[in-house]
T-cell receptor, first 113, second 116 residues
Framework: SQKIEQNSEALNIQEGKTATLTCNYT??????LQWYRQDPGRGPVFLLL?????KEKRKERLKVTFDTTLKQSLFHITASQPADSATYLC????????????FGTGTQLKVEL | GAGVSQSPSNKVTEKGKDVELRCDPI?????LYWYRQSLGQGLEFLIY????????KSGLPSDRFSAERTGGSVSTLTIQRTQQEDSAVYLC??????????????FGNGTRLTVT
């Protein structure tokens, strides 16, 4: 079955460094990937969307890549801040799928002072 | 404007009882989704509405689960004869639902269901 895989181990980094989170997909080819942020006790909040024909997308301190050869997306937060600490979810969707998304389990990021 | 609203925020019920979870989407959003999130698990798709119709209900785990949407707005997820394995956070999301536009999902904060 189609699967989105994210590193389940928490990522701890120092303030000011760049955080890089990985998302791999198997058994299907998503037409697009979306990244969400989730804080404890809250619903996910949309951050970025990237389509399969796009290599890279940027928004402020965020950057996401989509490599259809490696079947992987990388999500980068530059100049990270403690306020960036959260769980980040990767989700894939198919064209014509009614925007039904397959989510990964998320990677918890902790930015330390 | 208000975001997606879900109620109740917490629900504790005894095994075997029925529960109803409510979702008020963002006004004007035609698409509505229900997901389930268990501890350590990713969001699990349950059902998707476009207007009042459910083109995809493939994620409903069993016939104890059902959902409806009325007036193209409010949706209710009903779980009959609850089991302990139904314990999870039930998340609702809505989107503009424009075909091919891959509109982002706007999530509510979920209903945490605990079946004792």
């Amino acid at each position: 079955s189609q699967k989105i895989e994210q590193n389940s181990e928490a990522l701890n980094i120092q303030e000011g460094k760049t955080a890089t989170l990985t998302c791999n997909y198997t058994n299907y080819s998503p037409a697009y990937l979306q990244w969400y942020r989730q804080d404890p006790g809250r619903g996910p909040v949309f951050l970025l969307l990237i389509r399969e024909n796009e290599k890279e997308k940027r928004k402020e301190r965020l950057k996401v890549t989509f490599d259809t050869t490696l079947k992987q997306s990388l999500f980068h937060i530059t100049a990270s801040q403690p306020a960036d600490s959260a769980t980040y979810l990767c989700a894939g969707g198919l064209t014509g799928g009614g925007n039904k998304l397959t989510f990964g389990t998320g990677t918890q990021l902790k930015v330390e002072l | 404007g208000a975001g997606v609203s879900q109620s109740p925020s917490n629900k504790v019920t005894e095994k075997g009882k029925d529960v109803e979870l409510r979702c008020d989407p963002i006004s004007g959003h035609t698409a509505l989704y229900w997901y389930r999130q268990s501890l350590g698990q990713g969001l699990e798709f349950l059902i998707y509405f476009q207007g009042n119709s459910a083109p995809d209900k493939s994620g409903l785990p069993s016939d104890r689960f059902s959902a409806e949407r009325t007036g193209g707005s409010v949706s209710t997820l009903t779980i009959q004869r609850t089991q302990q394995e139904d314990s999870a956070v039930y998340l609702c999301a809505s989107s503009l639902g424009q075909p091919g536009r891959n509109s982002p999902l706007h999530f509510g904060n979920g209903t945490r269901l605990t079946v004792t």
